[in-house]
């Protein structure tokens, strides 16, 4: 359980201290006063990623020449962000490997930007998969570090006038193996993710959805889908298949969600995939992640809003952002820890 937070510099606040030794803990106040920053600031710490901005120097308040981050739980994790660097440190140590730092504080977030998930476009969606793959297994993030290597390698060697076709067979056969490893796992993952899915929607009484893998390749014929590929990637200067190009859909009672799903079915649909997520943490690493609500209730009818409160109410450790306590359940309110953020 998170028992403190403090901040430095970080987006609006200038300094914030923040006691939340509590099971459920609600951050209340008008748009644009920082609620949101909260829990970037929980998510950066876990995965070492902010999911509002790829430029981290961004969330440096005004001309300051750094951002410091601590949380306190188990452990104590600090992150100090300058213009060009994140420095990360777990009980006052210094750790230098990414890999190391990510995953011990486990957290799942919901927040509505995560509607690129149904509309955004296929890096964002494998940017998801990236992310929490890596973070639940190391091997994954080896992989996929070797992919992008291999990957960039072969397309330096694609922009060459004389390429050198015994070393471009090489990158390919070498490009193919690391594509099926990573293949299964995001395969395995989004199978296990559509197991607890179908529970989840059921819960929460909401529609059937489920995820489903697009591959760029078939992968029984890959080798040959690669020699298809050759000519056109060599007019191009560029590798046109793999795991770099691959996406998924999500589905609503079969059908896209992108094209089919309202609005507020769209938002639904993302909070049961978050909520199959820390199911799915919880199996994997036998710890329950934090779960993180950014606006989770607005724009909920009453019966998807019940099914959500025992989610809420039995997790190990919930933070939720709302414009107005009145968004949020007697049952969950009676029972939380309230702050109002303010200017």
């Known amino acids: ?46 995965t070492s990623k902010s999911h509002r901005t790829n430029d981290i120097s961004s969330i440096i308040k005004n001309d300051n020449n750094q951002a410091i981050i601590e949380i306190k739980e188990n452990k104590r994790f600090k992150i100090i962000l300058d213009k060009e660097n994140k420095y990360l440190f777990i009980n006052k140590v210094q750790i230098s490997k990414v890999s190391e730092f990510i995953g011990n504080l486990e957290v799942v977030l919901f927040s509505p930007s995560q509607l690129s998930l149904i509309n955004g476009s296929p890096s964002e969606r494998r940017k998801f998969l990236d992310l929490e793959l890596s973070i639940l297994n190391k091997e994954y993030l080896k992989v ?85 590929k050759k000519k056109q990637d060599i007019l191009l200067k560029s590798t046109s298949i793999g795991t770099h190009r691959d996406d998924f859909q999500i589905l609503i009672n079969d059908k896209s969600a992108k094209e089919y799903a309202s609005e507020g079915q769209k ?54 952002t709302t414009t107005s306590i009145l968004e949020i359940p007697d049952e969950i309110l009676k029972e939380a820890l309230v702050i109002r953020i303010s200017n």
Do not use: W
């Open 1 to 46: 359980m998170i028992t403190s937070i403090h901040l430095e510099n970080f987006r609006i606040f200038s300094k914030l201290d923040i006691d939340c030794n509590h099971k459920l803990v609600i951050f209340s106040g008008k748009n644009a006063v920082g609620k949101t920053s909260i829990l970037e600031a929980i998510y950066l710490i876990a």
């Open 144 to 228: 996929s570090s070797r992919y992008k290597k291999i990957l960039s390698e072969r397309n330096d060697l694609l922009k060459n006038n004389d390429i050198d076709e015994i070393l471009l067979n090489i990158y390919t056969e070498d490009l193919i193996s690391q594509i099926k490893i990573i293949y299964k796992y995001r395969i395995d993952f989004i199978n296990n993710i559509n197991e607890i899915l179908t529970n989840i929607c059921k819960d929460i009484n909401i529609e059937n959805i489920r995820i489903n893998y697009i591959p760029s390749y078939s992968i029984d014929n890959i080798s040959n889908n690669f020699s298809q």
């Open 267 to 320: 938002r639904t649909i993302c909070i049961a995939i978050m909520l199959t997520l820390k199911e799915y943490i919880k199996i994997i690493t036998g710890n329950e992640p934090v779960l993180l609500l950014d606006d989770v209730f607005m724009a909920l009818d009453k019966d998807r809003i019940e099914g959500l409160i025992s989610y809420v109410k039995n997790s190990k450790q919930c933070f939720i």
